[in-house]
Each structure stands twice: as C-alpha cells, then as structure tokens.
C-alpha cells in the first residue's frame, strides 16, 4: 500500500475553494494563520483561514504517526526475540503483536487523515457526507477526520446496530 506524501505547513498557502458547480477554483486569497487561531461559530463556515488550520491540525496529527511507525518498525528490527525462558518468549511476542495491532490502526488513520486533506483540496471538508449540512466545529476539533455530523453518525450507528442484531 502507498501512503500519499503531503508537504509540511506553509506559513501563507493558496487555497482552492469549491464553486457551486463542484469545480474547484484558485483563490488569490493568501492565508497567514496565527499561531493561537482557533475557528469559531462567528465566522464563515469552512473559509480560508478554518481550512488551513484544520489542514495543519491534520499534517500535524499525520506527521505524528509516521514517527511513531518509523520508531516501531525500528524497535521490532532491532528487537529480535531470543528469550531462553518461554513464559519471556512469550510475552515479547504478545508484545511485539500489540505493537504491529497498534500500528495497523495507525496505518488505516494515516489513510482517513489523507482523505481528510483530499476534501480540504476538493472543498468538501467539513460537511456531512449523508446530510451535506455542516458538521459542528466542536465534533472537527476532537475528530478532524469526522465524515459524518453526530446526528448522522448516531443514525448510523444505530442501524449498524439493528442489522447486527437480526
């Protein structure tokens, strides 16, 4: 599997809002964000300025978790399991099992937070994928890779729910 490569945070970046059409447009609209910016319910909902925070949010988050997979796989190449004891043996494996779990979910949200900075590219983040309205800012900031608002990830959750137990 291939991990898209995104560049780091610039200072001021173009940003390409989406048109009505669906096309995307280039702004001349240069974006300087300040380091204590936070969105807020006051300005325009997903403008320049809340689309390069959350993409920087996200960079951020994404930059994390390949250093975290890059000290992983360096820890298990140099870890070799050669315990004499079984009952050690033992438990480095289980160790190293947990280890390549967690860093098999770290794989699958590097994924999602690619998909993320996709629709901050195509002008679609932000928005509900089943409703198309807004996701509320407080659901983004705990989880910038949200797709779905909370009434419709609860709807989503609770059919998941009916159609298991049946």
């Given at each position: ?9 610039p200072i ?12 995307k447009?280039?702004?001349s ?18 403008n ?42 033992a ?28 629709r ?15 996701i509320?800012l ?29």
């Open positions: 599997m291939r991990l898209r490569r995104y560049a780091a945070a001021v970046r173009r940003v390409r809002p989406a048109l009505s059409n669906g096309e447009a280039y702004s609209m240069s974006v300087t964000l300040s380091p204590d910016y936070r969105p807020s319910e006051d300005e325009p909902f997903m320049a300025t809340m689309l390069e925070y959350f993409r920087r949010k996200l960079l951020t988050w994404r930059a994390e978790l390949l250093t975290a997979s890059t000290e992983t796989l360096q820890h298990l190449q140099d870890g070799e399991i050669n315990e004499a004891d079984i009952a050690d043996r438990s480095a494996e289980t160790n190293r099992t947990l280890e390549l779990r967690t860093r098999d979910r770290a794989r699958k949200l590097i994924l999602k937070i690619d998909e993320a900075l996709d901050i590219e195509d002008g679609t983040y932000g928005y509900c994928e089943e409703t198309h309205e807004p509320r407080s659901r983004l900031e705990a989880r910038p890779i949200a797709t779905l608002s909370v009434e419709a990830q609860e709807r989503h959750e609770r059919m998941e729910k009916t159609h298991r137990d049946e």
